[in-house]
């Protein structure tokens, strides 16, 4: 165990985790702790697993919450000091600590997370998943994407929230009740279409369509409205408090949800930066006459181990891989 690893709190990570507040550092983190041991894995399980029951428990609304998880940190904290002086012990207790997490988290996640008992919160942790609501519509979410929807939608509309990050969005038609994307900037309403809603940590919001049409109109000044085409792309910046728009000309925008990436005498700089996208990696390109090289070539659904194969065939390239990223070196075309 490194210094880092010494010194963070794994239950704490575990909780963000299944929360949906964990970064890239953090995520990254806990996957090694998980994999170090077996105890380490049952205890991460035994997290998981009480969060797939929690929509199914029913929480006693006289128990102090707050003070339930104080003590329950304080145990846990005890059982973490004892692993020093005595593997065995801690190995022990850590079990008895994963039952006292399972009964904690049922309630605990309940109260935050389930904001009342009509809605439910999707978050894309390792990778995307897909979500299929009742009326026949589905929503893909990227990695680190996380959305609230209804359990069941009201009689006037279908409404969800991206809370943040990448969905695409495939809308059975219902011309009686239209479909609603709220972000925190915007609200994007649709009949029954296809359609990418992407909001960006740096402050902007991307709207991409795929097929029907769509309205999009600025949450503050619902008189504002934008109406998009297949094809079309809008951008929203928190900066400027405008709207940019333009023709979607990057064919690989959905390369996350399908593996699919066409590359036609593209630049270097610009295949890393969609398989980066694509297989959520950190590529570096070290040469900056590399970037300018171009290269064509198709990827279907390959691993991203099969992908790097080929570019270091096809570019004559090298590849190193450090701790948080792979850097790519040659003398370039």
């Not at 809308?171 to 296809?194: H, M, N, Y």
Request: glycine content about 4%.
């Amino acid at each position: 165990m490194n210094k880092e690893q010494k010194n963070t709190d794994f239950n704490d990570l575990i909780a963000k985790f299944i929360s949906g507040n964990i970064n890239f550092e953090e995520n990254q983190l806990l996957n090694e702790w998980r994999s170090q041991n077996s105890e380490n894995e049952t205890v991460f399980q035994s997290f998981s697993k009480t969060w797939d029951c929690t929509e199914k428990t029913n929480i006693i609304q006289d128990i102090n919450l707050d003070q339930e998880w104080i003590n329950l940190t304080s145990r846990i904290n005890g059982f973490n000091e004892s692993h020093e002086n005595n593997k065995f012990r801690f190995i022990k207790l850590y079990r008895i600590a994963a039952v006292f997490l399972v009964l904690a988290l049922s309630i605990i996640v309940v109260r935050h997370y389930f904001f009342n008992n009509n809605e439910r919160l999707l978050f894309a942790a390792e990778k995307p998943v897909e979500l299929s609501l009742p009326d026949g519509s589905t929503i893909s979410l990227n990695v680190f994407a996380e959305i609230k929807y209804p359990e069941k939608f009201s009689k006037e509309t279908r409404t969800v929230s991206l809370q943040k990050g990448e969905a695409f969005f495939n809308i059975a038609r219902d011309e009686e009740k239209p479909f609603i994307v709220e972000t925190e900037k915007l609200t994007v309403k649709v009949l029954g279409t296809s359609f990418c809603v992407d909001v960006r940590e740096t402050g902007e919001t991307s709207v991409i369509v795929s097929t029907g049409k769509v309205e999009v109109t600025r949450r503050d000044h619902p008189d504002d409205k934008q109406i998009l085409n297949p094809g079309d792309k809008l951008i929203y910046s928190n900066n400027s408090d405008s709207f940019s728009s333009s023709v979607n000309d990057d064919s690989n925008f959905l390369g996350w949800k399908t593996k699919k990436l066409i590359f036609k005498n593209e630049l270097f700089s610009k295949v890393i930066s969609d398989i980066n996208h694509t297989y959520h990696k950190n590529i570096i390109i070290e040469n900056e006459t590399l970037k300018n090289c171009r290269l064509t070539a198709s990827f279907d659904d390959q691993s991203f181990e099969a992908v790097l194969r080929i570019l270091e065939s096809a570019m004559n390239i090298n590849i190193k891989y450090t701790e948080n990223s792979i850097v790519i070196s040659g003398e370039g075309c």
